[in-house]
């Protein structure tokens, strides 16, 4: 599944200086989205998409729910299983209707839902960051019920944004994440050091009026936009500061990875070191949806045979980092 978004014509009617650039911002997400699925279908994937209304205009009534386009964010794909938040986009859940059997997690559970942006399986084995709702305690118990469960500490932050599996032996990782000596030992770590925001020109201007959640090349001081987005689309940005979106990834195969920053030689060296390629994909408003590759793509249906990377761990047994 890859993510989908209103197109611009909802804003029409709006303020010039509001109008424009949620106009741009659509139209170049759109063009991202498009040239991405291209590149999915060209690798032989079967790319299927949420459909959104876009009759709706603003001036009349804004959108009940924000584009779904982070699908992996709310969702977890557990062998033939779907797992929804009941609150998320009902376009998203509809395409996951197709896939199997999806399973609505009721609202009230709240924080701590499992997601494929915070839990991924490797062979037997499934990653999560810890529990601390009790009643999603015996939902976890349930759900990965058939799998070893390893505990990784990240606090408050998508999984997939901290670090990434590429390969058997291979991870990307941000630079303050703690050492894998007992979850992923002896496996080769790429650390990274960031986004570099203090050489964003204008950034720390943007910062000051929108505490660091989004950034949009600019219109930093354009703050008739800054207020609306700021007060009206508060649910559609994350809190870019803290994200890296070159740990946010892809990978299609063992060999070929998706990334969105071209430019990365740290990034380059290592994929070339592991004899991964990489594909650029474009996705220029990153910044402002929080959103990287792995966020707006939930790869439903893998080719490949389930594999043990870790046959001296007993079934079963939870590993903290």
């Known amino acids: ?152 500490n990240i606090d408050d932050s998508h999984t997939d944004g901290c670090f990434h599996t590429l390969k058997p032996g291979v991870i990307l990782s941000v630079q303050d994440m703690s050492h894998y000596d007992s979850t992923f030992p002896g496996w080769d770590i790429c650390y990274l050091e960031g986004e570099s925001w203090s050489k964003v020109q204008g950034w720390n201007t943007l910062k000051r009026k929108n505490a660091g959640k989004w950034w949009v090349s600019g219109e930093t001081d354009n703050d008739e936009f800054i207020h609306f987005v700021n007060t009206w689309l508060n649910d559609w940005v994350g809190y870019v500061e803290e994200s890296v979106f070159d740990v946010n990834v892809l990978m299609l195969d063992e060999y070929h990875c998706c990334i969105s920053n071209p430019h990365n030689e740290t990034v380059n060296t290592f994929l070339k070191k592991h004899k991964i390629e990489p594909v650029y994909v474009p996705w220029r408003h990153r910044w402002f949806w929080d959103g990287g590759l792995h966020c707006i793509t939930l790869d439903l249906v893998r080719e490949g045979t389930k594999q043990d990377y870790f046959p001296e761990r007993e079934d079963k047994t939870i590993y903290h980092q």
């Open 1 to 152: 599944m890859l993510g989908n978004n209103y197109a611009p014509e909802i804003f029409n009617g709006l303020p010039t200086a509001i109008e424009t650039p949620l106009k741009r911002i659509c139209n170049e997400t759109l063009e991202d989205l498009e040239s991405f699925k291209i590149i999915l279908q060209d690798f032989g994937c079967k790319v299927i998409q949420p459909q959104v209304d876009n009759s709706i205009r603003w001036i009349d009534r804004p959108p009940l729910y924000r584009a779904p386009l982070v699908p992996r964010d709310y969702q977890l794909i557990l062998g033939d299983k779907a797992y929804t938040w009941s609150n998320d986009h009902p376009a998203i859940i509809e395409c996951l209707k197709d896939y199997g059997k999806v399973i609505t997690l009721p609202p009230h559970v709240g924080a701590g839902t499992p997601t494929s942006a915070c839990c991924f399986m490797i062979g037997k084995d499934v990653y999560h960051q810890p529990q601390t709702n009790k009643k999603m305690i015996p939902i976890y118990d349930h759900i990965f019920k058939d799998h070893r469960r390893n505990i990784v």
